[in-house]
């Protein structure tokens, strides 16, 4: 049986597939990968995530500022992403990938959470939702999604953390981004709170390039690869695999409108 998928999360416009993006779109799509949502990092993709999008069909993209990505003069850098905002086309479906992410103890991190709190303002003020990365920092996330009161919600990509984390994120209109993660053996706490959340809150992603599955590590991820994170996830749920394809699918359809 073949089903229906779309990659939430994949950088299209970065090496290698920038050189050859019709090879990797067609290798996907013969997997039945149909959509793609292509985040952007900071002022210097937004251009070309949204080309992407023009040149193929099955492309969106989403505009935002990471967290690892953030430059010194971030005030004007949020000033151009508002600018970028106002005069987005109509598939950019999302702000993002916009977050914390204070893996670096040395990280700065004021202008981080300045930088995530503007894309917040963003998002609530153009009625998008937000791709969240967070690392070490779920916490502070979490208390500035509650302060912000958004209205679309959005995704915590390549989420790994506790289940009542997840619940808290799920209970302000967030779904969980699953990625690679789960075909790790080692991943055991996050494969278990992944096998208990409802299937209604669970988008698939692959982060490709990065982020390669156990069994291809040293390889070069890819967007067809959302099969095998597919395969993956239904060893952890009780659900057909029908019930769990066409859950996936709509979740992500639902969330970006496509
Ligand atoms: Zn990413």
Known sequence: MTFE?????????????????????????????????????????????ASLSQRHESIYYALGIHPLFIS????????SLT????????????????????WDPECNKEAQIYVFQKQCFLAKQYELPLIIHSRKSHDV???????????????IHGFSGSLQQAEQFMSLGFLIGVGGII???????????????????ILLETDAPDMP??????????????????????LLRNESKKTIANAVYRNANDLFGI
Not at 31 to 44: A, D, E, Y
Not at 83 to 102: M, N, P, S, T, Y
Not at 214 to 226: A, K, L, M, T, Y
Request: charged share 25%; hydrophobic share 35%; net charge neutral.
């Open 213 to 234: 599955l156990s069994g291809f590590q040293g390889e070069i991820n890819s967007p067809d690869r959302v099969l095998n994170i597919f395969e993956c996830l239904c």
């Open 83 to 102: 600018q970028f905002v106002i005069e987005r086309r109509d598939k950019c479906v999302a702000i993002g990938e916009c977050g914390l992410d204070f």
């Open 183 to 201: 075909s790790y053996e080692r991943a055991k706490k996050t494969k278990d709170v992944i096998s208990q959340i409802p299937l209604s809150k």
């Open 72 to 79: 010194n003069d971030h005030q004007s850098e949020v000033a």
């Open 5 to 49: 998928f779309i990659d939430s999360h994949c950088h299209l416009d970065f090496s290698p597939f920038s050189e050859n993006e019709a090879y990797y779109l067609q290798k996907a799509q013969k997997k039945g990968v149909s959509k793609f949502i292509v985040p952007s990092v900071n002022q210097f993709n937004w251009t070309n995530v």
């Open 141 to 155: 996330v979490l208390k500035i999604l509650r302060e912000m009161k958004l209205s679309k919600g959005g995704v």
